[in-house]
Nanobody, 124 residues
């Protein structure tokens, strides 16, 4: 069993930056691939970024490529999402998820454990 919890959301102006954190607990959490997803009001939850168990492989949605970076510190069982050059369309609840397979994935159904989400609001 792995539990994940996001933090770091908030209100920021367009062009600004935020860093989200995702703390994972569980004996084998460092072996899990992690993903970031987001859900805006009235929309489906969509993929943002993923990172494999070692942190050596990452993959991003086209909409955030070049602006967002995900990383992990396995010693701290924490994954990060650095978000730069934020746009109003990035406004959403951001979720962190853990996948038992150590390889990252962009598919929601591949993830077994989800956090409660953290709100990110970007004002224009």
């Amino acid at each position: 069993q792995v539990q994940v919890a996001e933090s770091g959301g908030g209100l920021v102006q367009a062009g600004g930056s935020l860093r989200l954190s995702c703390a994972a607990s569980g004996r084998t959490s460092r072996n899990y691939a992690m993903g970031w997803f987001r859900q805006a009001p009235g929309k489906e939850r969509e993929f943002v970024a993923t990172i494999n168990w070692s942190g050596g492989t990452t993959y991003y949605a086209d909409s955030v490529k070049g602006r967002f970076t995900t990383s992990r510190d396995n010693a701290k069982n924490t994954v990060y999402l650095q978000m730069n050059s934020l746009k109003p369309e990035d406004t959403a609840v951001y979720y962190c998820a853990a996948r038992g397979n150590g390889n990252g994935s962009s598919q929601r159904d591949d993830y077994h454990y989800w956090g409660q989400g953290t709100q990110v609001t970007v004002s224009s």
